[in-house]
């Protein structure tokens, strides 16, 4: 099947729906197309907590001062462009969502806000402590159904992005339903995949987030930047067994309450690692993470491996004004935050690299755009809480009317001969009687080895064998997989193509933090602990004959040796 738009959008969390709608009201042509439903896959939609912006409603506040905030979370390396561009137009952004109802708390018809870590003042609005982010998509679902000009494909899965001429043509992609081939031709094209945190065991993000964009840009020939830095976030629900709520909701209790975070002796301990606590949710989450990890280590940590979370020191009416139902919830699963403590430890949250572009949002390959967790170089080596939504908001919009703009000035079309060689090179064909592991096998293989080996704290060993694995399962388990002549819902073969991508990203992250010989942010060497001043430079990675290269940026001075 062909389709054929100015705009195609891969991805419909909350920053492919904001491109969409970008993109339409300029009179572009969309396709907005996701491998699970519209607006109900992706990250976006399971965010609990806040959005960062200069919103100015409870105090007097600047883009510039959320700007020096963002740098320093960054330890050095966030593009100050982008950057600039992020703090500049987050306000516009949650002002026009406000209009469009998203339901923004207030207090005496302010918008409030909150302080969130490493902000110095208030600055993160939210709808409420624990809906904020599916209040988002589905304000923003709604605004797509109510655009014209965007065609929106649930349960697709693009597998391949199509060049001619050295610009992005358009897609391929298979329909989960049957495994149909389609091709979608498009004039531009935007990366608004989501992070890569299905790649760990312990992840706090939806399941669908392989890094496929990523692979999908490299592949194309585009260039990914800072993927060393995957942040980790620290507060993940370790214990008691916990149904039905998120694995990350912690946060906002222990920021707006002040819980105490504990190691195993019940003792507070982010001050011995330079840190400033004191009952309030102060550090940075590259600082929280090393410090519960540097106390399990040395035998201070709680009974199943991580630091006690505590709010015993609250009374229920306090915590109850706050969270309302939420605490009920929370009974229901055993758990009475007036009488114990829960267990918590770090979780892969949020990656920090991605596509390299400019503030346009323009990719290295002319046609590509990236947006949301997809774009690398804003957050540097650590992003600043609260900006992943604004960013997914930002970015978003950006991609989408520059994407759209593009389109209107291409000239020339499909390149079928390319797309029938990518379509030969990516077809694992039929291998009902394949030998070796599945590819769901080697999925979770992977997760287990990412988690173990670049994980939060990485040494030469370590990465050197997760990098000789990754490589074995590309090279020779990934053409070994066996699949189904079976089409129905085609799982085994949309799995063979997430696996596909997936040792891409992996092997991309593997790299970059291999080369990275020192500490920085969400990026932790056991084996260079001290930050180098000589690596305060961007690391860029691209495809190249024999694998994949790594190089640092040097702005006024070329390149150095990765």
């Known amino acids: 099947m062909r389709l054929s738009t100015d705009v195609l959008v891969?991805?419909?969390?909350?920053?492919?729906?904001?491109?969409?709608?970008?993109?339409?009201?300029t009179g572009a042509r969309v396709v907005l197309a996701d491998k699970n439903m519209i607006g109900r896959g992706g990250a976006?939609?399971?965010?609990?907590?806040?959005?960062?912006?200069?919103?100015?409603?409870?105090?007097?506040?600047?883009?510039e001062a959320h700007l020096a905030d963002?740098?320093?979370?960054?330890?050095?390396?966030?593009d100050p462009g982008l950057a600039e561009v992020l703090c500049r137009a987050a306000p516009e952004r949650m002002r026009e969502m406000d209009g469009w109802g998203v339901g923004w708390a207030r207090t005496d018809g302010r918008i409030r806000q909150v302080t969130a870590p490493g902000h110095n003042r208030r600055r993160c609005c939210y709808v409420d402590f624990l809906n904020t982010g599916p209040a988002v998509a589905g304000t923003l679902r709604k605004r797509v159904g109510r655009t014209d000009g965007v065609r929106a494909l649930s349960n697709v899965a693009i597998t391949d992005l199509v060049v001619k001429d050295g610009s992005v043509r358009g897609a391929l992609a298979l329909a989960l339903g049957d495994g149909a081939e389609m091709e979608i031709e498009a004039a531009a094209t935007v990366v608004a995949t989501g992070g890569l945190t299905k790649l760990y065991e312990r992840s706090s993000a939806s399941n669908?987030?392989?890094?496929?964009?990523?692979?999908?840009?490299?592949?194309?020939?585009?260039?990914l930047v800072d993927m060393e830095f995957v942040q980790f976030f620290p507060i993940g629900h370790l214990a008691p067994r916990l149904v039905g709520m998120d694995p990350i909701m912690w946060d906002p209790f222990r920021y707006k309450l002040g819980g105490r975070l504990l190691n195993g002796a019940m003792e507070e301990f982010i001050d011995r690692y330079g840190g400033e606590d004191g009952g309030r949710y102060t550090a940075t989450r590259d600082l929280a993470t090393y410090a519960i990890c540097r106390e399990v280590e040395a035998g201070r940590g709680s009974p199943t491996g991580g630091a006690w979370l505590s709010f015993t020191h609250l009374p229920e009416a306090e915590l109850r004004d706050a969270f309302g139902p939420v605490i009920d919830r929370l009974l229901n699963n055993g758990i009475d935050l007036t009488r114990e403590a829960v267990e918590v430890a770090p979780i892969a949250h949020y990656h920090m690299g991605g596509v390299k572009v400019d503030p346009r949002m323009r990719s290295t390959v002319a046609g590509l755009y990236a947006a949301g967790e997809a774009v690398g170089g804003a957050a540097g080596a650590n992003r600043l809480s609260g900006n992943a939504i604004s960013e997914a908001l930002v970015y978003g919009e950006i991609a989408g009317r520059e994407a759209a703009g593009f389109a209107k000035r291409q000239s020339g079309g499909w390149d079928?001969?390319?797309a029938e060689a990518l379509r030969d090179a990516a077809r694992p064909g039929s291998r009902a009687n394949g030998s070796g592991p599945s590819a769901i096998a080697l999925l979770q293989e992977l997760r287990r080895l990412m988690?173990?080996?670049?994980?939060?704290?990485?040494?030469?060993?370590?990465?050197?064998?997760?990098?000789d694995r990754i490589r074995a399962m590309r090279d020779v388990d990934?053409?070994?997989?066996?699949i189904s002549d079976e089409r129905a819902f085609a799982v085994e073969l949309v799995e063979w193509h997430e696996l596909r991508s997936a040792l891409l990203t992996a092997e991309a992250v593997t790299v970059a933090a291999l080369a990275r010989e020192e500490s920085r942010g969400a990026h932790q060497r056991d084996d260079f602990p001290e930050t180098s001043s000589?690596?305060?430079?961007?690391?860029?990675?691209?495809?190249?004959?024999?694998?994949?290269?790594?190089?640092?940026?040097?702005?006024?001075q070329g390149s150095i040796p990765a």
């Open 10 to 25: 891969i991805g419909a969390g909350g920053a492919g729906m904001y491109a969409a709608i970008a993109a339409a009201r």
């Open 416 to 418: 079928k001969a390319a």
């Open 451 to 467: 988690w173990r080996r670049v994980g939060p704290f990485r040494n030469r060993a370590d990465l050197t064998v997760a990098l």
């Open 534 to 556: 000589r690596l305060c430079v961007n690391q860029e990675i691209v495809r190249q004959s024999g694998g994949l290269g790594s190089r640092f940026l040097l702005v006024a």
């Open 478 to 482: 990934l053409d070994d997989v066996p």
């Open 208 to 223: 669908n987030m392989a890094g496929e964009g990523y692979a999908l840009a490299l592949r194309a020939g585009a260039a």
């Open 70 to 78: 963002t740098l320093a979370a960054g330890r050095g390396l966030c």
């Open 44 to 63: 976006t939609v399971m965010a609990q907590m806040t959005v960062a912006a200069a919103l100015a409603e409870q105090e007097p506040d600047t883009w």
